[in-house]
């Protein structure tokens, strides 16, 4: 299905607890988009974020104490508010306040503030993000057994 990918916006501090979750959502038999596996080596970042967007229901924004409106990830927050404009909805913001990493209300970034946001322990992660999902992503949830 097209557009059914989840784009997953973490900051390089937090790669390993996003790729847990990356796992988990994949196990649930969902896409996601993830800069690890989905950047080549000679993509810009802006190309990159761009063509992700494109195939994505979903974005998720994990906020840690190290998370900052700033570069890669403005521009990120930027696409993310733009595809949810112009999708309604059938793309979602997805803002994550990661309590167990430092992440508060003070640390959302402003665009993000418009939109509720949950302040979560890691073991409520993949919970809320599958409760978040537009129609068209929880249709697709189903447990794919690993390879």
């Not at 112009?86 to 979602?92: K, L």
């Not at 992440?103 to 418009?114: E, I, M, N, R």
Request: glycine content about 6%; overall charge negative; proline content about 5%.
């Amino acid at each position: 299905m097209e557009n059914s990918s989840i784009f997953l916006s973490h900051k390089g501090i937090n790669k390993p607890l996003v790729e847990k979750i990356d796992r988990a959502l994949r196990l649930l038999n969902l896409k996601t988009w993830f800069d690890r596996d989905d950047l080549a080596a000679s993509d810009t970042l802006v190309r990159g974020i761009d063509n992700a967007f494109a195939g994505c229901a979903a974005a998720v924004f994990f906020i840690s104490g190290e998370y900052v409106d700033a570069g890669v990830i403005r521009k990120e927050i930027d696409r993310a508010i733009h595809e949810a404009a112009m999708r309604s909805d059938s793309f979602r913001v997805i803002p994550l306040v990661l309590a167990q990493h430092g992440g508060s209300d003070a640390h959302v970034p402003a665009p993000l503030q418009t939109l509720v946001w949950k302040t979560i322990d890691d073991v409520e992660i993949v919970p809320t993000i599958l409760r978040a999902l537009p129609a068209t992503g929880q249709g697709l949830i189903q447990y794919a057994p690993p390879k």
